[in-house]
């Protein structure tokens, strides 16, 4: 018997419906149609659970959920990705992971009567996305041990709830979540199968790639300080205009991004103060976000950023600060998945690519945990993700659920050797 990849997708049709609108997908972490989400794929795994007597299912102390089909040893392999998405999400962003893995973990369930030679465990991601609190990978970051509790605490959404009260809403204690580091126990690698996000795959003809590892991340808010002043009676050349200093910049980090291969960055948020039509912009708040595979390319990046951002704001007759939101280094997988996930590639659709990932996946935080990681892509349909229009072919979908069943064969057998 084989897995079934048509179970993967109707399953990610039921949960589209689920929790998604005419906007798209809406399972925002820490609110009610995200635990609906969570509280579906409970049921389907309680529905496993009672066939076969070796699953169980748990959540811990970061609000991960955890399906474990334990099987002959202690030694686990993982496999995961997200549920939750953006506001006006995509259906596929994260929830393919996730419920490819189930369709893997039926299928072995299946194939060993209930005991694989190796221990499988699927986990859900808790806030992979970070969309409401600005923090991503929060779930993962607790398991890995890299939390940041103190900064993370008083982060407020767009209605100024705390994460930390959110969290308690949840039934998480956000002192206590570093206790999820527990489940890092027996985990001998991790898997994650996850939607490309980007237009490389589609162009260059190929449904699926093997990932070499995440691009780093350096994310700063930057705020220029000018002069607030009337619009009618101060002089052109008399102004201290913050916007002008910001906007200088946002044009600027296209050279600074150009000078490197697959570097990219982006100011995606531009605060005006006051932000009326008859005043001078005397305060402008916007963020940073860098990124590129190369440690010594991200460093570069960021100090002509911020010696770029003080000349503008010299020229304006401006000051800037810079925060730090959240950075991460880049993380390269483990050389020997990459190779098993190339080849559970080539055997399941004939080439393979290797390639980096621009997004931020869970994958990271457990690869900086030290378990040995890799994750396959699959193509997206016009590079669109985080909107309603994200997309991939269905019989894309049908093979990366192959490709994903592949790749956790050989990886049982490398673990067990
Ligand atoms: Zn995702």
Redesign the pocket.
């Given at each position: 018997m084989a897995v079934d990849p048509q179970l993967a997708i109707a399953m990610l049709k039921e949960l589209r419906t689920l929790t998604g609108d005419e906007n798209g997908a809406q399972r925002l972490a820490w609110t009610a149609t995200w635990l609906k989400a969570r509280e579906w794929f409970q049921g389907r795994v309680e529905e496993l659970a009672s066939e076969y007597g070796t699953i169980e299912h748990h959540y811990d102390a970061a609000g991960n959920s955890w399906t474990t089909l334990r099987g002959q040893t202690e030694k686990a392999l993982l496999l995961g990705?997200?549920l939750d998405s953006v506001p006006n999400g995509g259906w596929l962003?994260?929830c393919l992971g996730v419920i490819s893995a189930y369709a893997v973990i039926h299928h072995l369930a299946e194939q060993y009567n209930g005991r694989p030679p190796v221990t499988i465990r699927l986990v859900d991601w808790a806030d992979?996305e970070g969309a409401r609190f600005g923090r991503s990978l929060f779930g993962s970051s607790a398991f890995a041990g890299t939390h940041s509790i103190s900064a993370d605490r008083g982060r407020t959404d767009s209605n100024g709830i705390r994460l930390e009260d959110a969290l308690r809403e949840c039934g998480i204690n956000i002192d206590g979540i570093g206790d999820a580091q527990k489940e890092r126990a027996n985990a001998a690698a991790y898997l994650e199968l996850?939607i490309e996000q980007g237009p490389v795959l589609e162009k260059m003809s190929m449904p699926l790639a093997a990932v070499l590892g995440t691009k780093g991340v350096e994310r700063h808010a930057i705020t220029f300080y000018g002069q607030e002043a009337h619009s009618g009676s101060t002089p052109m050349g008399q102004r201290r205009d913050a916007l002008a200093a910001a906007s200088k910049l946002a044009l600027e980090i296209r050279n600074i991004a150009g000078k490197h291969q697959d570097a990219v960055c982006t100011m995606g948020s531009v605060k005006t103060f006051p932000g009326i039509v008859t005043a001078v912009v005397g305060r402008c708040e916007t963020t940073l976000d860098q990124r590129d595979i190369d440690a010594a390319v991200l460093a570069a990046m960021f100090a002509e950023a911020q010696s770029r951002a003080r000349q503008f704001a010299a020229e304006e007759g401006c000051t800037v600060e810079w925060s730090g939101i959240w950075n991460i280094e880049p993380v390269h997988f483990h050389p020997h998945l990459i190779a098993l996930a190339e080849q559970a590639v080539i055997e399941t659709a004939g080439a393979s690519h290797r390639m980096p990932s621009g997004?931020l996946?869970d994958a990271a935080e457990v690869s900086r945990a030290g378990i040995p990681t890799v994750m396959l892509f699959v193509q997206s349909l016009q590079g669109i993700s985080h909107n309603k229009i994200e997309d991939t072919l269905e019989q894309h979908l049908a093979l990366a659920v192959t490709a994903l069943d592949k790749l956790t064969a050989k990886t049982i057998a490398w673990i067990q050797h």
């Open positions: 990705s997200h962003d994260g992979e996850h997004p996946h």
